[in-house]
């Protein structure tokens, strides 16, 4: 996963030298504004389906992985607007909401857990004066921290059976090649521009339902047909997602206009 897409300047958590850091809220994702995808854990699935597109991503299959697919141009995304804000009502996923803090692996050689918590010290909400403490006087970690540091847990729990769900997808040869093609109309309903996208893979329903009935038992208990028909179901929200691209091309085009 893009562990460190959105961190400017990510540092390791450090008792001393955080010790008087306090965090303030901001209402806002502006953070987030350029993503056009995020990765997804499979538990979000069923929830982020109702939403977002979940395509799994990558160079190939052996390397893919899911996502929630946010925009159809590069570096938007068109579920944030113009002042930051998220799509009312509209599923964030858990890789957006545990900003500013990550859990990334510890340098090779270093003692302790393989991971440790990060945190970007280029976050607007970061300084020494308001809002809640990251520590408390006596340098234990704040209510605040505590579930800051219990939510990448659970997060990093949910990738590790994510990544069990990808071996098993690719064990029985279950993703295939998926581009994206939308046809924009110009004016006049003249053909207008296509958006081609490359590099993503989908589940073959076809070779799901061909699973001998060992493997099909073993997919029930573990919980995958719920991750794999969420996935599926998903796609329908392609057509939600080319038509907030056509509200923001027609607000771009009003704009150049009041411009010129």
Do not use: C
């Amino acid at each position: 996963m893009a562990e460190v897409l959105f961190y400017e300047q990510p540092v390791p958590l450090n008792r001393v030298e955080h010790k008087d850091l306090r965090m303030k809220a901001v209402p806002n994702v502006k953070f987030a504004m350029n993503a056009h995808s995020v990765p997804l854990t499979g538990v979000e699935f069923g929830v982020a389906a109702r939403d977002l597109l979940i395509v799994f991503a990558g160079t190939s299959v052996a390397d893919a992985g899911p996502v929630a697919l946010l925009g159809l141009r590069q570096n938007e995304n068109l579920y944030v607007d113009a002042n930051g804000q998220w799509a009312p009502d509209t599923y964030v996923p858990a890789f957006v909401r545990r900003y500013p803090f990550v859990l990334a692996e510890k340098p090779a050689g270093q003692e302790g857990d393989d991971f440790t918590v990060f945190l970007d010290e280029r976050y607007e909400g970061f300084n020494a004066t308001e809002g809640q403490r990251l520590f408390k006087e006596d340098g234990t970690d704040s209510e605040l921290l505590a579930n800051a540091v219990g939510f990448l847990g659970d997060f990093q729990q949910n990738v590790t059976h994510t990544k069990r769900f990808m071996e098993q997808l690719n064990k029985h040869d279950l993703l295939e090649p998926r581009t994206v093609q939308l046809q924009k109309e110009g004016k006049d309903g003249q053909r207008g521009k296509s958006i081609n996208l490359n590099g993503m893979f989908v589940v073959n329903e076809a070779k799901l339902r061909e699973l001998d009935e060992k493997t099909a038992q073993e997919f029930l208990r573990e919980g995958m047909f719920g991750w794999i028909y969420a996935h599926l179901l998903s796609l329908t929200n392609i057509d939600r997602l080319a038509r907030r691209l056509d509200v923001r091309e027609q607000a771009e085009a009003a704009a150049g206009a009041v411009a010129n």
